[in-house]
């Protein structure tokens, strides 16, 4: 609680604080008395110093009585007044300004200055309270506009907590705002348990789904891609670069699907023509075969040479007509067998495409270098390789170095650029069975099999040596990029992840020994 003030009403502000300053340096140190030599005068009343105003209504009496009181207050006030004193009683009026001036700037500029009440400019404790009103309706209520049960509670706190004034007890309002903070966090944990529920679920769902179908199916990789997105944090632009990659790879199947869909059903078409055809020859067959028989009791029958001749012609006449139905039929059978196999050169060939297309989720979208799946199904492949035919296996780490710092400089686009840029560069200096990877970021790896130790370290090098021989040109300015890289050698057995932490080790001593170098493992 504030201590009671003996200054004259009216005082407002700066000038309270002031009159109290005086006072208090004026008071003796408690519970030590004053020797009766050293005393200091008494100050001056609040009564006292009203009656010394009150009659001061000319400017001559109003600094003078502005003298008088400042002069009846204690420590270096009441010097200050003094000077005042003898300068209006000399009629020194410079004096007197330069007395006044040094009092402003020794005392009242020093002074915290407190809004006046009722004025425009609001206090700090107002200004806190606006504040603390803006977080709640702009950001807490935002937040819980979906939530039936605590949107109206921070919607009740941030209306009592517009209300309140300067003064007013708090005990309540603070009390009903910690059960909106309990309450938040109680709703927040409940809601990262279900997300957690859910995606458990979600990736259940899948893994279900994949089972079922063939280890060759296309929808294999979109179910992989999925499920890795799940199983990290579900960040903004990771769901994005997913979700984008998964629409073209629908979009392009969806293409390939229907094409292949109108060539199987052309291929059938034929094959139902062929058969029909089939039927046809043996109808005619069977006719001809009837007309033989025919011919032959009409020659047991005949009477003259004449009637011989003309079913000797009718014989010939049978006997053409059904060659040329037979060449026909061979022609128009030669023709759908023909169009049956490029029927199925086109299927095959969009089996083929389609299974290319769903390659695409194992490349990273940015830079086209293989994403993390992509990766680890090569190192799968080429990690059972070396183990069978013996040959050595190596894995490079590459980190750029102060990337935050391109990222700063030059933006997320410069950033980009310079990812883009530093696979293409790596790449030509590769070798056709060496492959590149990002591991997020701007993290790369490299896989680089039939490859000894001293072998990895020489590629890496030579990579190395070609960025900076081959800065990027960003928008006009050629921005040097460099990485510091850690190689490691596969331990037979070894897992992936071990082979990985062996190389970032010995890439973070290269980033430690003043990066842009490459180290090999030491264990």
């Known amino acids: 609680m504030a201590e009671p ?40 009343s609040a009564a006292q110093l009203q009656a010394l105003f009150a009659h001061a209504d000319t400017p001559p009496a109003l600094v003078a009585a502005f003298a008088d009181g400042l002069a009846g207050l204690g420590g270096e006030l009441r010097g200050m007044g003094q000077r005042l004193q003898a300068a209006c009683a000399d009629g020194d009026w410079n004096a007197y300004g330069r007395a006044m001036r040094q009092l402003i700037d020794k005392y009242i500029r020093t002074i915290p200055d ?14 806190l309270r606006g504040l603390l009103h803006h977080t709640l309706v702009m950001a807490v209520e935002t937040l819980l506009r979906e939530d039936a049960r605590l949107y109206p509670q921070a919607q009740s706190v941030a209306d009592q907590l517009k209300g309140w004034q300067p003064g007013q007890p708090l005990a309540a309002l603070e009390g009903q705002l910690k059960d909106l903070c309990h309450a938040i966090g109680q709703a927040s944990h409940e809601t990262s348990d279900a997300q957690e529920l859910l995606r458990s679920l979600f990736d259940l769902l899948l893994e279900n789904v994949g089972e079922l179908l063939e280890d ?30 998964l629409r073209e790879v629908i979009y392009k199947q969806g293409l390939l699907k229907q094409g292949l869909n109108e060539s199987k059903a052309a291929m059938k078409d034929m094959m139902v ?28 029958d005949s009477r003259s040479i004449a009637e011989l001749g003309k079913r000797m012609e009718d014989i010939l006449e049978d006997t053409a007509q059904l060659q040329r139905q037979a060449l ?46 992509g990766f680890e199904e090569l190192f799968r492949r080429e990690s059972s390789r070396a183990l069978r035919s013996g040959q050595p296996l190596c894995l490079a780490l590459l980190d750029l170095d102060d990337f935050r710092l391109v990222n700063a400089t030059h933006g997320h686009l410069g950033g980009d650029a310079a990812l883009r840029h530093v696979v293409a560069v790596v790449r030509g200096a590769l070798r056709g069975s060496d492959a590149i990877g990002r591991f997020g970021g701007e993290e790369f790896v490299l896989l680089l099999p039939d ?31 460099t990485f510091s890289a850690g190689v490691a050698p596969w331990r037979a057995g070894e897992t992936q992840d071990a082979l990985v932490e062996r190389a970032d080790r010995a890439m973070y001593e290269a980033k430690a020994a003043g990066k842009n170098r490459v180290v090999a493992a030491r264990d």
């Open 451 to 481: 490859t000894s130790l001293r072998e990895a370290e020489a590629i890496v090098a030579r990579a190395l040596q070609r960025l900076a021989q081959r800065p990027l040109l960003h928008e006009g300015e050629r921005l040097a990029v």
């Open 114 to 127: 407190e809004p006046v009440p009722g004025s425009d400019v609001p206090s700090e404790s107002e200004q």
């Open 273 to 300: 023509t062929f058969v029909e055809r089939l039927d046809g020859m043996a109808s005619s067959t069977g006719e001809f075969h009837d007309r033989i028989s025919f011919h032959a009791q009409a020659v047991r």
């Open 5 to 44: 003030s003996d200054a004259p009403p009216g005082l407002t502000g700066g000038f309270r604080r002031l009159w109290a300053r005086g006072h208090k340096r004026a008071q003796p140190p408690a519970g030590k008395g004053l020797a009766p030599h050293d005393a200091a005068p008494p100050l001056i």
């Open 216 to 245: 060759g199916s296309w929808l294999q990789d979109q179910i992989a891609a999925a499920r890795s997105l799940l199983s990290g944090p579900l960040d903004r632009e990771r769901l994005e670069e997913t979700r984008s990659g």
């Open 328 to 373: 026909r039929a061979r022609d128009d059978l030669c023709a759908v067998r023909e169009e049956a196999e490029a029927a199925e050169r086109r299927v095959a060939s969009l089996e083929q495409e389609l299974q290319s297309v769903s390659n695409l989720v194992r490349i990273d979208q940015l830079t086209e270098a293989l994403n993390r799946r």
